[in-house]
DNA sequence: TACTATGTGTGATTTTATAACATTCCCAAG
DNA sequence: CTTGGGAATGTTATAAAATCACACATAGTA
C-alpha cells in the first residue's frame, strides 16, 4: 500500500518524501508498536520504545552510532550493544528495517502484516521512502523457482534522486 | 565470515548454483575483461586484474580483507586502499558487484551489456547467484514515478536457502 | 521464596571502510 | 627525449560498523 492515511498527508509521495503531521505520526506508530507487541506478548521495553521513538521522529535512516547517541542523552546505555540488540528486536518484528545500502535502520511506515518492504534512497539528501515491492512475482522469481532456490527474505533498494533534490537540480 | 578455503568444486555450489568448467570460466572472463577494458579505454591494471581473478577463482561473495589476503600472498600491497580501490574500479565498471547485505564482493557473471543484477544468497553455504531482475518494472517502479522519484540504480538481493542445501536440509 | 528466561550495562575487540599524503607509472605535449 | 600532469599505487593512521564476553538486573513463574 502505497497511499497514506489522512493524517500521513494527503498526497501521492509515500512517507519519506512527504509532508505530514509528525507528532500524531509518531504517537499512532509507538501505539500501534505497542498494540502489537501486547498481542504477541513480546516485551516493548523502554530501551526497544525510546530507539522506536528516536526513528520515528528522525523519519529518516539513522546509524546505529547516531542511535545511540541519542540513547546516551536520555540516560540508557550508551554502549553499542544496547542500540544493536533493540535494533534486531525492532527489526526481527517488523517495526523498523535496515537499509543495507547505507549500514542505517529506518521505521517501518506500516507495520501492520508481514510484508516485503521495498525503498528509494535519495543518493543527496538521505530521504528514505518505503514502499513495497514483489520481487519474487518477476524475474527473480523465476529465477529462483528455476534453479530451485527458496526465498525467504528480499532486499529491495532503489538508489536515486527523490523528487525534491529533482526540482533542486533542474532549477 | 565470508572468507573460504576451500578450492572451487569441492563442495558446495558453485556459479548459479551449476557446476561448469571453471578454468575457462575464469580465463574467459578475464578475456572478456580485457578486451572490454581496452574497448573503452579503461586501464585493467596488474592489482585490478588479479583482484577480479581472485573474485572469478573463489566463485563466491568475498570480504575485502579475504580479497587483500590474497593480494599480499601475490605481492600486491597489503592495505585496505589497495584492495577498496580495485573493487571500486570493478564495480564502477559491471565488472564485480557488491552484495551489500554481506559487504563483500563477488565476479559479475555476465559482464558484457549494462543490466540490473539481482542476486540469490544462501544463508547456509553463502554461496551466491546472479540473476536479472527489472524492478523498476513493477511496484516499484510504480511507486517510483507516482512520487517522482528517479530510479538511477537498484540493490535486488533475496536470502534463503539453495538448492544443494535445500536437499541437505530436507534429507 | 527461589528459579529461570530474558533483557540490560559495560569493556574490549573484531570487522569493514576511508582519510591523507608520498611515490610511482603512464603517456602525451613540447 | 624529457618533462609535466593525471592516474594509480603504497603506506600510515583512523573512522565507522558490528560483535563478543561476562556481570548484573528484572519479569514471570513454580
Redesign the interface.
Known sequence: M?TNSDEHGSD???LG?AHHDHGVCVSDALAAAEARCAAERLRFTPVRRKVLEILLQEHRALGAYAILDKLRDDGFGSQPPVAYRALDFLVANGLAHKI??LNAFIACVHPSRSHTP?F?I??LCDAV?E??????????GE??RA?????????????????AC?DKADA
Open positions: 502505497v501521492g509521495p509515500p518524501f543495507e545500502r521495498a528509494m535519495c543518493r521512502a514502499t513495497q515491492s514483489s520481487p519474487a512475482r518477476g524475474a527473480l529465477a529462483a534453479t530451485g532456490f527458496r526465498i525467504e527474505r528480499t532486499v529491495v533498494e532503489a538508489e536515486g534522486v527523490c523528487p529533482v
